[in-house]
């Protein structure tokens, strides 16, 4: 079966900092493999998208980046943070178009 | 672009009350629906869906007909339990080569009371 890892689970860390997020599917291979965010009052927003590795897609323009070196890693990052960067991060995978995603616990961000 | 709607919360029940979640939608193609949940502290998890009009999804006691006339996606439960607390999305597929990328709701969260 197949599993899909997001860590850590809650992160502080202070304005102006670097951020790495991990994300790893087991069970599959050339998942499609997605960041969301859920800010509060805002619902949630895809940020990027990958199907295959070394593609990556933007959603929006953020202070954020996505990169998928293995098939079946994604990883979100930030050189410096900002205090809006604060949020619940969700990574996502679905094995093809018409599949549901399947989602992580997600990664509590607070930037203090 | 494609967008969906849904009716904003907080929603309040007692248990064993008939529940009903509005949700619209708005796409240029035939996207399938979906409707996810989320449990306190967890990740989404998936509720139920439907490909296509006049579709019925079901799962866990829920469930959704795909409305194409009414751009409609609603969720409902005839009798809801303490355990259905929890924030529900509804959301949509769109993708273009092989991928797949929802659009989410905001969310309506449900607490049931005892």
């Known amino acids: 079966s197949q599993t899909i890892h997001q860590w850590p689970a809650t992160l502080v860390q202070p304005v102006g900092s670097p951020l790495s997020l991990e994300c790893t599917v087991e069970g599959t291979s050339n998942p499609n493999l997605y960041w969301y965010r859920q800010a509060a009052g805002r619902g949630l927003q895809l940020l990027f998208y990958s199907v295959g590795i070394g593609q990556i897609s933007s959603e929006v323009p953020q202070n954020l980046s996505a990169s998928r070196p293995q098939d079946r890693q994604f990883i979100l990052s930030s050189k410096k943070l900002l205090l809006s960067d604060s949020g619940f991060y969700l990574c996502?995978?679905?094995?093809?178009?018409?599949?549901?995603?399947?989602f992580g616990n997600g990664t509590r961000l607070t930037v203090t | 672009g494609d967008s969906v709607t849904q009716m904003e919360g907080p929603v309040t029940l007692s248990e064993e009350a008939f529940l009903t979640i509005n949700c619209t939608y708005t796409a240029t193609g035939y996207p399938s629906l979906f409707w996810y949940v989320q449990y306190p502290g967890e990740g989404l998890q998936l509720l139920l869906k439907a490909t296509k009009a006049d579709d019925k999804g079901s799962n866990k006691g829920f469930e959704a007909t795909y409305r194409k006339e009414t751009t409609s996606f609603h969720l409902e439960k005839g009798s809801v339990q303490v355990s259905d607390s929890a924030v529900y999305f509804c959301a949509l597929s769109e993708g273009e080569g092989g991928s797949e990328k929802l659009v989410f709701g905001k969310g309506t969260k449900l607490t049931v009371n005892p």
């Open positions: 996502a995978w679905s094995r093809d178009r018409g599949s549901p995603l399947h």
